[in-house]
């Protein structure tokens, strides 16, 4: 493994690329800058702390195509975002941890996140298995995969205080949550978790989304928390069985349960093919052979 001296680069310039390679680094960004990774290039975190620490008010800061693994932290084990302008494009976040809070590859409560055609695979967190949005942060997902992640609440993504969330053509595969005796609150939402506070409402819309579980998984794929409910919006999604009280459009009800095997889609939705190779690849198709995701009507009734 090559040593990157990645925090002299994002303070001094305005643009980084990370060669190929494997590379044991870490940085606190402070600025606007954008991070590109050369073909095959891994930002490697040796299970100590972030591999990448955004707090740049103010600023935007930019990362294509790179790789991250191995870090280990209490919040964001890969990438933990607090201030300013963060997006995220083809990126790969892979066995990053963080039990003692959550969000085992992203914790972010920076003012705006936008994360396109990215893979969370196989991350670990207390809440939030892949990602924990908290506090006020704006988030857009767009053809992401989130796959065999983990966490004792929201197996892939947890949504809490007043947190906005948009989910366009995503992927959920195997997620799951994991009861903790350490832990008074429920074990619950394989694949998303959502409670406010007092004060805040977050907010959580799924488009054209698609969620494969666990052969004969017990726990629900989404959780509206009961106590300090946020809203819950599903269109043109493949939801192959839900809770009584859940509609194509709307999601009053806590719970969403999906039933293995089970693949007769809602209302609006086309069916979809969910095998392996949604390992291997951002998006899916429709039996159709048509793309899902952002392509007009892909989902619409047929």
């Known amino acids: 493994m090559m040593l990157f001296d990645l925090q002299s680069d994002v303070a001094s310039q305005d643009r980084v690329v990370v060669p190929q390679g494997r590379h044991l680094a870490s940085a606190k960004v402070r600025r606007s800058v954008t991070i590109e990774g050369a073909p095959g290039a891994v930002l490697d975190g040796g299970d100590e702390g972030n591999v990448l620490e955004v707090d740049a008010p103010g600023c935007e800061v930019v990362v294509r195509g790179l790789t991250f693994e ?60 892949a990602v924990l949005l908290d506090e006020l942060v704006d988030a857009v997902f767009v053809d992401c995969l989130f796959a065999r992640n983990a966490a004792v609440q929201g197996g892939a993504l947890r949504l809490r205080e007043g947190v906005t969330a948009r989910l366009v053509g995503c992927t959920f595969a195997h997620n799951r949550c994991v009861p903790n005796p350490e832990v008074t609150s429920p074990a619950a939402g394989a694949s998303f978790f959502v409670s406010g506070s007092t004060t805040r409402t977050p907010s959580l819309a799924l488009e054209n989304g698609l969620f494969a579980t666990f052969p004969g998984a017990l726990a629900a794929e989404g959780f509206n928390d009961p106590q300090v409910p946020g809203t819950v919006s599903v269109r043109h999604s493949v939801l192959p069985a839900v809770m009584p009280g859940m509609s194509d459009t709307s999601c009053a009800v806590h719970e969403v349960r999906f039933a293995a095997g089970d693949w007769a889609p809602q209302k609006g939705s086309a069916p979809a093919v969910a095998s392996r190779a949604v390992y291997e690849q951002v998006g899916s198709v429709d039996l159709a052979g048509a793309a899902r995701g952002t392509t007009p009507g892909a989902l619409n009734e047929r």
């Open 70 to 129: 191995h870090g280990h932290a209490s919040g964001g084990g890969l990438v933990r975002f607090t201030a300013g302008r963060l997006v995220l494009e083809n990126c790969v976040f892979a066995h990053g941890t963080a039990k003692a809070f959550g969000g085992g590859a992203l914790l972010a409560s920076g003012q705006s996140l936008q994360v396109r055609r990215s893979v969370f695979l196989e991350n670990v967190g207390r809440q939030g298995g």
